[in-house]
């Protein structure tokens, strides 16, 4: 206990370990409350885009705090429906209107707008029109047809739309101010009218418009309009886990096998050396692109798989090099002489003697773990049901994000990628120094 | 990649024969020894491709597209041989299934499982692998030798240099750092050692978004300018273009963590008696450094530089695709999406090629280096 508490008045002499330190804790937090917050089902169900979660969700939107860096603020979604409070609705017969002001004050044209529209009818479907009602009092006639059961109205689509506004987007040339070139959004407060005209007793009809923003939540939105947070959150849990579960497992076996290797010598020892040599030339990624590829992507297997193909690595040689030292030290042909079992001496004098010297190795292992679990995904063998860091840069690289100019969709998972794997190395860094004190000052 | 912490003797400790040391003349020492380093590496190699064999036999892969290319052979001949098309439909049939029997049997698909991978590991060391399945070289070809040999020059060349530019770099910036103990450089150096964390293709993508994406100076990825220029000079200019970035980003993940274990072991052997006494004698800064405290260290930066090479290798495949670079990695990449096994297992096995070749040019060099490497297995102690 006291050495443990040593080791950390050790460790709190460096700053930039305890600025790692800190970063893990909040990982930590941030993966419990990612687990507790978001559970797994609930997570994979959003992220595949099960139960059409996303439809009111801006394609390739900036995070939403990026407005207050910027001065042209970016619109952020707004969605207006018609059983809405500030609605005004007038019924006349069969007629009913659907006022729907909306206060648009963003210096950028949102990036679509589409009108959902539900209906209930017994033979014929209710008809709707459309028409917006800009600041400065002009009436712009949008489209207007029948409604079966369900429609979706996408105004870019709309023809007529297209040939009236030429080469200008459609949510463009309805939000512009007249003539103003390059073209600036009208702000104030607009109405859109839906005008619903039913056929039948007890016919209704209900429409919800979105006017897709640039900017979206606290992480923004992919191509599939999935909001990238819910990738993000869940990454974390998994690198860690990834990571830390592939460096204990390594470092602990390697000091095992090599405690065995050095403790009984002869052709074990060959034997182990000889493994550790092949398994130099054995080709670590196309070995576990083999085996995503015709076995599993779980990221089980392939954790496992990780995990035995680098035991035999350099880190062997280490230890071995430290337990030759061991083994002939004073304390063993002590506990020799009194007729301590093998794995007595190898489990209970060796290994525990190296154990400080493996938790700095292990500690800056776990980056290049965490960066192993994302370079997969990027090779596309990542988990198929698990958002990951790794996934969201592959998807974004694969969409041309860079090329596209949607920098954050790789900047935000490589961000977290590198504060992970900077935490723990700093940290692994300053461990290294407060156990092997040689190293300090060098 | 992954196991890359460096390890001072992991190369000595390798060495388990102990070639006596004899008065031979130092050319036939070092033939020998290379003679014995080129039988352990076969040797090594071997047993790692049919490791690998193994491996992407065990679903019975190797033998469904060995199985799948005869039918198709068959197939062809029976639909090229007029005689056997007038057949009728029972009869020939039968023959088909007898020279398929016929053909499995020359493959050896019908021995028993271990004398076929005997067969496989032979197939796969001379890479005679037959046919991609979609896959094809630029030439057109689809046979899996020609498709790994037309992607051989590139990756050497993008990693070559990026191993030459990051040893020399990182050497020179090591030994002025050793000289220039504790000043500001030094201790930012140290600073930014924790950067050598993430692997190339990270750096890669910060530097297609800054200097492609933002700038607009440098392309985003490939080997040359598409058409490729005519001229020779503009072919280099635009080959030395699409090269800059991803030799900066595999120097930059691997540079900072080399300087500083570098300029770790050339302070401790600066701190030498024999260094003292050089200085005392009045030689000049440079026959100190070249004569008294580079020889000494080289084995172990060798050592140091060799682990990192293997860890370079074993990245390539990603980072080739990120930076779209036309090798090996790529074609690995490509290999995957179109899930065409023939070209994975080679690749693993070039893959096994390249990494052996490594170990043994460094195993060569390290004896180069260190005249003591055959006294024992005693080797330097950092």
């Known amino acids: 206990m006291n050495s443990i508490k040593r080791t950390f008045n050790e460790l709190f002499k460096y700053p930039s370990a305890v600025a790692g330190l800190i970063i893990i804790l909040l990982l930590i937090a941030l993966s419990i409350y990612t687990l507790i917050a978001l559970p797994y089902d609930r997570a994979i169900s959003l992220w595949r885009g099960e139960s059409k979660d996303w439809y009111a969700s801006p394609k390739y939107a900036m995070p939403a705090w990026i407005n207050s860096f910027r001065k042209n603020k970016l619109p952020t979604t707004i969605i207006l429906k018609t059983d809405d409070p500030s609605v005004v609705k007038t019924e006349e017969k069969a007629t009913v209107i659907y006022e729907m002001p909306f206060v648009f004050t963003a210096d950028a044209f949102p990036s679509e707008i589409n009108v959902f529209f539900k209906s209930t009818y017994t033979s014929s479907p209710p008809f709707v029109g459309l028409s917006i009602i800009t600041p400065d009092e002009r009436e712009i006639k949008l489209g207007n047809f029948k409604v079966e059961r369900s429609l979706a109205y996408y105004l870019s689509q709309d023809q007529k739309l297209v040939k009236k506004y030429k080469d200008i987007p459609i949510q463009e040339a309805l939000l512009m101010q007249p003539d103003s ?19 039948d007793e007890g016919s209704t009809v209900s429409a919800e418009a979105v006017f897709y923003g640039k900017v979206s939540g606290i992480a923004g939105t992919d191509h599939k309009r999935r909001d990238l947070s819910i990738a993000l959150l869940w990454g974390t849990p998994i690198a860690l886990m990834f990571g830390l579960v592939a460096a204990v497992g390594t470092s602990l076996t390697q000091l095992i096998i090599s405690a065995i290797s050095t403790w009984f010598g002869g052709w074990i020892d060959v034997l182990i050396q000889r493994i550790t040599n092949v398994n130099m030339v054995l080709p670590f990624l196309p070995i576990l692109i083999m085996i995503g590829t015709f ?15 680098s035991i035999f690595g350099a880190g062997i040689l280490t230890y071995r090099a430290m337990f030759m030292q061991i083994k002939e030290s004073p304390y063993i042909e002590a506990s020799r002489s009194y007729g301590a079992s093998n794995s007595r001496i190898i489990f209970k004098y060796m290994v525990p003697r190296l154990i400080p010297m493996l938790i700095p ?10 960066f192993l679990e994302s370079s997969l995904a990027i090779l596309g063998l990542g988990d198929p049901t698990i958002p990951t860091w790794g996934k969201v840069i592959d998807e974004s690289y694969n969409s041309g994000a860079l090329f596209n100019g949607y920098y954050y969709w790789v900047l935000e998972p490589s961000f977290l990628l590198v504060v992970t794997g900077l935490a723990f190395a700093v940290v692994g860094y300053a461990l290294d120094r407060v156990f092997n004190p040689r190293l300090r000052g060098q | 990649m992954v196991d890359a912490s460096p390890t001072i003797d992991s190369f000595n400790s390798l060495e388990q024969e102990v070639i006596k040391e004899k008065r031979s003349s130092t050319a036939l020492r070092i033939l020998k020894y290379t003679a014995s380093r080129m039988v352990m590496m076969v040797i090594t190699v071997t047993i790692g491709v049919y490791l690998t064999v193994l491996i992407a036999n065990m679903g019975g892969y190797v033998d469904t597209i060995r199985k799948a290319q005869i039918r198709e052979q068959v ?14 439909p029972e009869v020939r049939n039968i023959r088909i299934a007898e020279m398929v029997r016929d053909q499995e049997s020359i493959y050896g698909l019908d021995k028993p499982f271990l004398v076929r991978s005997f067969l496989y590991l032979k197939q796969a060391l001379t890479l005679d692998l037959g046919r991609a399945m979609s896959m094809t070289s630029n030439s057109g070809s689809s046979s899996v030798r020609n498709i790994i040999i037309e992607r051989l020059p590139p990756t050497l060349l993008l990693f070559g240099t990026s191993d030459l530019v990051l040893f020399f770099l990182a050497l020179m910036i090591a030994l002025s750092l050793s000289r220039h103990y504790g000043s500001v450089m030094d201790k930012i150096v140290i600073a930014l050692t924790p950067l050598s964390s993430a692997p190339g293709w990270f750096y890669g993508i910060f530097l297609i978004l800054i200097f492609a994406a933002v700038l607009r100076v440098l392309p985003f990825g490939g080997m040359v300018d598409a058409p490729p220029p005519k001229e020779t000079m503009a072919y280099i200019l635009s080959l030395l273009r699409h090269m800059l970035l991803p030799v900066a980003a595999i120097t930059i993940s691997s540079i900072f963590l080399s ?3 570098w300029r770790t072991f050339f302070l401790i052997y600066s701190s030498e008696d024999y260094v003292e006494m050089a200085k005392a004698k009045g030689l000049t800064e440079r026959d100190v450094t070249q004569k008294y405290i580079l020889r000494p260290t080289l084995p172990t930066i060798i050592t140091n530089f060799a682990l990192l090479v293997i860890g370079m290798w074993v ?15 790529r074609a690995l990449y490509q290999a995957i999406g179109l899930f065409d096994t023939p070209v994975i297992v080679a690749e693993a096995v070039i893959f096994s090629y390249l990494l052996g070749i490594t170990v043994f040019l460094l195993e060569i060099v390290y004896a180069l280096v260190d005249p003591r490497v055959q006294v024992g297995n005693e080797g330097p102690r950092a």
């Open chain 1, 181 to 199: 070139k390059p073209r600036k959004p009208l702000k104030g407060t607009y109405k859109l009218i839906i005008e619903g005209v039913t056929f």
């Open chain 1, 295 to 309: 076995y599993s992507r779980s990221i089980f297997v392939i954790l496992t798989c990780v995990i035995l193909l």
């Open chain 1, 361 to 370: 190795g292990f500690v800056s292992l776990i980056p290049s773990y965490v």
């Open chain 2, 75 to 88: 197939g062809l001949i029976v639909a090229n041989d007029p005689v056997l098309r007038k057949l009728s």
């Open chain 2, 259 to 261: 300087v500083f274990s």
């Open chain 2, 315 to 329: 990245g390539a495949p990603i980072f080739e695709t990120v930076f779209q670079w036309p090798g090996l990695g």
